[in-house]
């Protein structure tokens, strides 16, 4: 599993959900942390639409920490302060890292319940959308009515 989606899936979880998840981990091997979790600043980038260019909007505060399990690091940056989140997340990496991570399709299960979640969302603001073409072709018409009166 690809570092961005890993990292996606856990962050949209419960905090519970992904101390569970470490704590099945924690049973088995005993991590060691290699970084503590603490608070650091990381410049949030974005793009400008009309230029296309890339430019730094601000920094905004992160949790990181860094895990071993048997050599094998694991890492985890998680945007806000919850340092126990982040070290939870670090020991899944570490366990993904290592190939001994068990509970891929619990992750996979998460994943889908958010994307479901998401659909459900955008398919809430589709129903409020305005259609600007629909509205323009009508204009004319209360123009017209409006230049009688």
């Keep these: 599993m690809q570092k961005r989606r890993l990292t996606r899936i856990l962050a949209k ?34 793009r400008d639409p009309v230029k296309q260019t890339l430019f730094y909007i601000g920094e905004v505060i992160v949790c990181e920490a860094a895990v071993e399990i048997d050599g094998v690091q694991g890492v985890a940056v998680l945007m806000g302060d919850d340092t126990e989140k982040t070290l939870d997340m670090a020991i899944i990496d570490a366990a993904i890292n290592r190939c001994v991570f068990a509970g891929m399709d619990k992750l996979l299960n998460y994943e889908k319940e958010q994307n479901d979640a998401l659909m459900r969302e955008n398919a809430m603001h589709l129903k409020t959308m305005v259609c600007f073409e629909s509205m323009d072709q009508e204009m004319p018409h209360d123009l017209a009515a409006f230049k009688k009166a």
Aim: hydrophobic share 45%; net charge positive; charged share 30%.
């Design 13 to 46: 979880m419960d905090k519970r959900d992904v101390e569970v998840l470490a704590a099945d981990i924690q049973k088995i091997y005993t991590p060691l942390i290699v970084k503590e979790p603490g608070k650091t600043l990381a410049m949030v980038k974005m």
